[in-house]
C-alpha cells in the first residue's frame, strides 16, 4: 500500500504530460548550465503527491554529441507551475 511520500511508477512515460516534464526539465537544465542539451527519452519515471506532485525521473540526453543519463526531479504545483529541483547524471 502506497502512502502520502512513497513514490509511485508512472504507469505511461508516453503521456504527453510526461514528456512535457521531462522536456521542461533538460530545457530548464540547459538554461541553467548554458549546456546544449537535447531531450532524447524517458527511461524511468516516478511520482509522489505531496504539496504539489514530485516527479523523479531519468532521462537519456544528448550532450554535446554523447548520450547520457540524468535524474531529475521536477516539483509541479497547479496552475502548471513546474520548478526544477535536480537534474545530475544518473549513474
Known amino acids: 500500500m502506497n502512502t502520502r511520500g512513497d513514490y509511485k511508477p508512472i504507469p505511461d512515460l508516453h503521456d ?12 530548464e537544465a540547459d538554461k ?6 537535447k531531450y532524447i527519452k ?3 519515471g516516478e511520482y509522489v503527491v505531496e504539496d504539489g506532485t514530485n516527479y523523479r525521473l531519468v532521462i537519456t540526453v544528448l550532450d554535446v554529441g554523447l548520450m547520457a543519463d540524468y535524474l531529475a526531479i521536477v516539483i509541479e504545483k497547479p496552475p502548471a507551475h513546474y520548478t526544477l529541483s535536480l537534474f ?3 549513474y
Open 32 to 37: 541553467q548550465s548554458g549546456e546544449r542539451l
Open 88 to 90: 545530475m547524471l544518473a
Open 42 to 44: 524517458i527511461v524511468k
Open 16 to 27: 504527453p504530460h510526461v514528456q512535457e516534464i521531462a522536456k521542461f526539465a533538460v530545457t
